[in-house]
Nanobody
Framework: QVQLVESGGGLVQAGGSLRLSCAASGRTVSRYTMGWFRQAPGKEREFIAANSWSAGRTVYADSAKGRFTISRDNAKSTVYLQMNSLKPEDTAVYYC????????????????WGQGTQVTVSS
């Protein structure tokens, strides 16, 4: 089993930055695909970014390209999401996920999920 705990969310003004962290425990995740998703009120959970160990690549949703960066520190079993130039439409609960999927793009590829951290961007 893998436990994932997100942190780093909060309230920020439009144009500001936040860095989310996802600490993994229970099993090494160095060979897992690690991803970030978000869910806004009344909307479905959507893919933001993923780092796929098996594919050897990082992928981003169009909404995240150029503004968000996913990274991982395997020594610390931690995955990060640096978010810059935040917009009010980025307001959502952000979830970290881990799994053995290849692309990392879809919810079904992930076996483990964190509880989420709230990000609120004010205009």
């Amino acid at each position: 089993q893998v436990q994932l705990v997100e942190s780093g969310g909060g309230l920020v003004q439009a144009g500001g930055s936040l860095r989310l962290s996802c600490a993994a425990s229970g099993r090494t995740v160095s060979r897992y695909t690690m991803g970030w998703f978000r869910q806004a009120p009344g909307k479905e959970r959507e893919f933001i970014a993923a780092n796929s160990w098996s594919a050897g690549r990082t992928v981003y949703a169009d909404s995240a390209k150029g503004r968000f960066t996913i990274s991982r520190d395997n020594a610390k079993s931690t995955v990060y999401l640096q978010m810059n130039s935040l917009k009010p439409e980025d307001t959502a609960v952000y979830y970290c996920a881990g799994g053995v999927g290849y692309s990392g793009l879809t919810i079904g590829e992930y076996d483990y999920w964190g509880q989420g951290t709230q990000v609120t961007v004010s205009s």
